[in-house]
């Protein structure tokens, strides 16, 4: 089993705004874009991403139940996702980052406790929903790398709202492919196990 391109992809799309001379930052690619919230790039759109992903993982899961091999991709995309949230959170607390619309310097870690920039939390919860996905799916139905689509756009709209610098949209990719691929690797989801024996039958079988 290869690890899916997400992150290669991603940064094929966000080098159109890391080829600048000013850039800098951990890897010197990080600099602050033009500020831009246009519908496309919107808050509500993004979390209308998020919030919808994780609502279809999690009634998939329930739905499905974790006998097919549907319903333990669910379930094992149930496992990345909170792995992630749950990573992503501590790396932030950790590194204490400014945001780009709060200064204009990338190399701005470890300051207040307010400061949450690296890694990109979102990029983390979108890579890890698709990676189990991708990577279960991807040789007989070679479609679903279609789903990369959705951590380049929230990568790309939280650098033109000025959320997030380069690098923290790269180590969010990489740290939700890498829970992705952990929970994948596992012969089963331990949510499926922790949760009341109704949910991991799942509903379609159970009616």
Known sequence: MHLPRIVLALLLCVTSSLAVADSSGPLGLDHRLAFDDAALWSSGNLKAVEYGSALLVLGGAIY?????RLGKTFWKTVDAML???VSAAAAKAAFRRQRPIDGNDPGAFFKSSSDNSFPS????????IVT?????????TPAVWLLAALPAYVGLAKLKTQEHWQTDVLAGAALGVGVGYFATRRDSAWT???LPAGFSVGYKKSF
């Open 192 to 194: 499926a196990h922790v």
């Open 121 to 128: 939390g979102s990029m983390t919860h979108i890579t890890a």
């Open 83 to 85: 792995l992630g949230d």
């Open 132 to 140: 189990p996905f991708i990577l279960e799916y991807q040789k007989d």
């Open 64 to 68: 499905e139940g974790n006998e097919s």
